[in-house]
């Protein structure tokens, strides 16, 4: 159903509170149509992709100060995880 003066399409969500909690929660109701249904579901993707980017957003890149390259090597060498099986040059 499209709304005449908007040209947007019109939907039903009525929320009604069945009972209130001691701890501040409630029990609800919620009725809606396809419209709202569809609405509800489209911004609650919405809600959930943008709590995953602010999660997983890199605040700031950390600052490495600069080795030479005796320091890279020794560093390098330090980390390299040890594969068994596989005999280094000497």
């Known amino acids: 159903m499209i709304n005449p003066y ?10 009604k509170i ?10 609800a109701q919620v009725d809606f149509d396809k ?3 569809e609405t509800l579901v489209q911004w609650g993707l919405v809600a959930l992709l943008i709590k995953a980017i602010d999660q997983y957003k890199v605040v700031k ?4 100060k600069k080795q030479n390259e ?6 390098l060498a330090r980390n390299t995880p040890k594969i068994s099986g596989v005999r280094s040059k000497k």
Do not use: C, H, W, Y
């Open 6 to 15: 908007l040209n947007l399409p019109t939907m039903k969500i009525q929320v």
């Open 35 to 37: 419209e709202g249904l």
């Open 61 to 64: 890149p950390v600052k490495r």
């Open 18 to 27: 069945l009972n209130e909690n001691p701890d501040g929660s409630a029990n």
């Open 70 to 75: 005796s320091e890279f090597t020794r560093n």
